[in-house]
């Protein structure tokens, strides 16, 4: 069966050969392991390795789920949350199997309010989570479902997707002329101010923690011998991470762990999405490798 289940985890298989790991907690994705140009598998994400695997604090790696809120929460609806919300810390139910057949494989989570939850964060909402491994290629969609009679349901999303590639020689395009939030600039002022990028190739050679507004949907994530293609669905913005030598202080992180990754994260973090009553709002991620 190309569904495997082992305890607190699912591990997908495609007919020929890749691989997806994924978490009940956080509904977290932690290997996808695709063949390089020899046929070898090779893990196409970075896990840290003093990453928590057991459930006691989200996963520093891999693709973590962030809802309801990006970074500190600033709207009023999300005061009692934590950093990056809740779905990254919670253990999420496998729903289904969406598909299984040679094309490939897919696989559904959920979660709901529990008392966790509902203690801080008293909306009525379900989330979905679907997982499909193709044979070069990893969509995750979040399904964000308001199931309240009368109330909005207002919320950030976001896929923190870990990109294991060398630091020091990736690049990212295209995000020239689009404005972002340096998130590293020392002052309230200097966080808050939109700046316009103007390199047509972004790297990471330096602490990096941009958020980039109203992005084109599709990045290009290109490194000597690799690359990967990032498309977002419905998910406006993008940021992209790497902390240098910042990432010392990084508990579960090797000291050296910058060194072998690029966060490109596709979201909706500029502003909130206000969900009606009985609606639905779904976001895709499509990671496709190009080649190595």
């Known amino acids: 069966m190309p569904v495997n289940q082992e305890q607190d985890k699912y591990i997908?298989?495609?007919?020929?050969?890749?691989?997806?790991?994924?978490?009940?907690?956080?509904?977290?994705?932690?290997?996808?392991?695709?063949?390089?140009?020899?046929?070898?598998?090779?893990?196409?994400?970075?896990?840290?390795?003093?990453?928590?695997?057991?459930?006691?604090?989200?996963?520093?790696?891999?693709?973590?789920?962030?809802?309801?809120?990006?970074?500190?929460?600033v709207h009023p609806d999300h005061q009692k949350l934590p950093q990056h919300g809740f779905a990254r810390k919670e253990t999420w139910s496998y729903d289904s199997t969406v598909m299984d057949n040679e094309a490939g494989v897919s696989v559904r989570f959920v979660l709901n309010p529990n008392e966790t939850i509902q203690a801080v964060f008293p909306k009525a909402f379900r989330l979905f989570y679907v997982v499909t491994l193709a044979e070069h290629q990893l969509s995750t969609d979040i399904h964000v479902?308001?199931?309240?009679?009368?109330?909005?349901?207002?919320?950030?999303?976001?896929?923190?997707?870990?990109?294991?590639a060398p630091a020091?020689?990736?690049?990212?395009?295209?995000?020239q002329g689009l404005k972002f939030h340096d998130k590293t600039d020392p002052t309230p002022e200097g966080r808050a101010t939109l700046q316009e990028e103007?390199?047509?190739?972004?790297?990471?050679?330096?602490?990096?923690?941009?958020?980039?507004?109203?992005?084109?949907?599709?990045?290009?994530?290109?490194?000597?011998?690799?690359?990967?293609?990032?498309?977002?669905?419905?998910?406006?913005?993008?940021?992209?991470?790497?902390?240098?030598?910042?990432g010392v202080k990084?508990?579960?992180?090797?000291?050296?762990?910058w060194k072998r990754y690029v966060c490109v994260e596709p979201g909706h973090v500029g502003g909130f999405?206000?969900?009606?009553?009985?609606?639905?709002?779904?976001?895709?991620?499509?990671?496709?490798?190009k080649s190595g």
């Open 168 to 175: 020091d020689q990736v690049i990212v395009a295209p995000l």
């Open 145 to 164: 479902e308001n199931t309240s009679q009368n109330d909005l349901l207002t919320f950030q999303a976001l896929l923190h997707t870990y990109i294991r």
């Open 12 to 73: 997908l298989i495609h007919p020929k050969g890749p691989t997806v790991t994924i978490l009940l907690y956080g509904a977290t994705i932690t290997s996808w392991k695709v063949p390089d140009n020899s046929g070898t598998l090779q893990d196409r994400l970075f896990v840290s390795s003093k990453a928590k695997l057991d459930g006691t604090q989200p996963v520093r790696g891999g693709i973590p789920v962030v809802f309801p809120c990006f970074g500190a929460p």
């Open 250 to 257: 990084i508990g579960d992180m090797e000291s050296d762990g």
């Open 198 to 246: 103007s390199r047509s190739a972004v790297d990471v050679r330096k602490f990096t923690d941009s958020v980039y507004i109203d992005g084109p949907g599709k990045y290009d994530v290109s490194w000597p011998g690799g690359g990967m293609e990032v498309k977002a669905v419905n998910l406006k913005d993008v940021v992209v991470w790497n902390p240098q030598e910042e």
């Open 273 to 289: 999405i206000s969900l009606e009553p009985g609606k639905t709002w779904i976001g895709q991620q499509v990671l496709t490798v």
